[in-house]
C-alpha cells in the first residue's frame, strides 16, 4: 500500500469500460491503511466502484473540482484541511452527497464530528471493524448500504444551513378529538439514518418551558451515542442525557436508549432498560419504545416517527394511534431517508405529516407551552 502523497490519486478498474450504473465513490481519509481497507470493501459491493482517493480536504476539493462523483466518504480528523472544513466548502462550492466515516468513540471528538451534518453532510457511520473481526461483515454491509442510499440524495448549495428551516410561529390546525381532550404526558420519538439532523431541528425548536418528558430512540453505531447527545444538547433549551435503568422520566428533559438496551416506560412513568432480542433487527427499537407505551399512556402520548429506513416504529406508531395518541411523521421533503415515515403514511399511522421545525411547533402547541 502507497504512503499519503499530494497527487489526485484515481482507480481505474482492471477490465472494462466506466458504467454510469455504477455509484462512483471518492475515499478520503489520511491513513493509507484506512483508504485501502475502505476502497476494498466499497469495490466488493455491487453497483459501487471506488474512482478516486485524497489525503485530505485539499486533496478532497480539488477531486471535486476535477471530477465529480456520486459520494464520498469523508474522514474529519486529518492534516492540512479536516474534513469538517472540506465538507463545508464542498456543499458551498461543488454540493456532492457525504457520508462521515469516523472510527473514533470519544465523546468530545464524536460530537466534533457530528457538526460535518450542521454544513452539510447527510449522513456519520463508524468506520467497519477490521477483517476477522465478529462484526466485520455487518458492519461493510451497513457503510455499503449508507453510501448507496446517500447516493441517491439530492443535495444543494448549502442544503445544511437551509433545510428543515422552521418558518416563524408556523400554527399547525389541531383536529378537535386531539386538542387536549387528555393532556398530554409523554412525547416518544423514533430516528434512524437522518435521524441527527432532523432531531437537531426538532429539539431547537422546543421551548425551554416544554412540560412533558421526550423520549428518544436513535439508530446509531455502538459507541456514537454519547458524542450525539453532547452534540445535540448544544442545541436544545432542555437537559438532554442518556436514559438510565429505573429512572423516572421528568417533565422538559430529553432521554435517549442507551446502546445495546431495548427501552420501555412503565405506567408509573419508569424507564425499563432490558437487553430482549433485536426488533426490526435494532436494538435500541422504536418499535420496542412505542408498543410500551400504546397502551399505557394511550391519549396522553404524541408518537414522532423521524427520516430513516425500513419500517422500525411504523405499526406501533399505528398501534398508538389506535389508543388514542397524536401521531406525527416527518415529510419526504425534509427527510434525508423516507423509509420508516413512508411506511407510517402507508398504515395510515399519521396524524400529522410535517418537517421538523413544524412538529417542534406543533408538540409546543399541543402542551400549551411557549406561550411566553
Known amino acids: 500500500m502507497s504512503g499519503g502523497g499530494r497527487t489526485l490519486r484515481q482507480n481505474h478498474p482492471s477490465a472494462g469500460k466506466e458504467s454510469r450504473s455504477e455509484i462512483q465513490v471518492l475515499v478520503v481519509d ?48 486529518m492534516p492540512n484541511m479536516d474534513g469538517f472544513e472540506a465538507t463545508r466548502q464542498i456543499m458551498e462550492t461543488c454540493p456532492v452527497p457525504i457520508v462521515i466515516v469516523s472510527s473514533t468513540t470519544s465523546i468530545k471528538e464524536v460530537a466534533t464530528t457530528f457538526r460535518a451534518l450542521e454544513v452539510g453532510a447527510l449522513a456519520v457511520v463508524s468506520c467497519p471493524d477490521g477483517i476477522g473481526h465478529a462484526r466485520h461483515e455487518a458492519s461493510s454491509r451497513e457503510l455499503i448500504e449508507i453510501v448507496k442510499l446517500m447516493s441517491e440524495v439530492r443535495v444543494v448549495r448549502r442544503w445544511a444551513r437551509n433545510r428543515g428551516a422552521a418558518p416563524s410561529d408556523p400554527m399547525i390546525h389541531v383536529p378537535p378529538d386531539k386538542n387536549h381532550a387528555v393532556p398530554i404526558e409523554l412525547v416518544v420519538v423514533g430516528a434512524s439514518t437522518g435521524g441527527p439532523q432532523a432531531l437537531r431541528l426538532l429539539l431547537a425548536g422546543l421551548p425551554k418551558d416544554f412540560p412533558v418528558p421526550v423520549v428518544i430512540v436513535q439508530h446509531i453505531a455502538p459507541g456514537f451515542l454519547g458524542g450525539l447527545v453532547e452534540w445535540l444538547a448544544g442545541f436544545c433549551a432542555l437537559p438532554v442525557q442518556i436514559a438510565q435503568e429505573g429512572e423516572r422520566i421528568r417533565a422538559g428533559r430529553v432521554y435517549f436508549a442507551p446502546d445495546g438496551h431495548q427501552m420501555a416506560i412503565n405506567q408509573a412513568g419508569l424507564i425499563r432498560l432490558v437487553q430482549d432480542a433485536p426488533v426490526n433487527i435494532h436494538r435500541p427499537s422504536v418499535s420496542y419504545l412505542f408498543h410500551s407505551v400504546a397502551k399505557t399512556y394511550g391519549r396522553k402520548a404524541v408518537g414522532v416517527l423521524l427520516t430513516g429506513m425500513g419500517k422500525d416504529g411504523a405499526a406501533e406508531l399505528a398501534l398508538m394511534k389506535g389508543y388514542g395518541a397524536v401521531t406525527i411523521v416527518q415529510d419526504a421533503d425534509s427527510s434525508v431517508v423516507h423509509g420508516m415515515p413512508g411506511e407510517a403514511i402507508r398504515l395510515e399511522a399519521a396524524d400529522y405529516i410535517l418537517e421538523p421545525g413544524a412538529i417542534s411547533a406543533l408538540l409546543a402547541q399541543l402542551t400549551g407551552s411557549g406561550r411566553s
Open 30 to 77: 489520511d491513513s493509507p491503511v484506512v483508504r485501502e481497507f475502505l476502497v476494498h470493501i466499497l469495490n466488493s459491493a455491487t453497483g459501487l466502484r471506488v474512482v478516486g482517493t485524497a489525503h485530505d480536504g485539499n486533496e478532497a476539493l480539488a477531486w471535486v473540482h476535477h471530477r465529480v462523483p456520486d459520494v464520498i466518504t469523508m474522514d474529519i480528523h
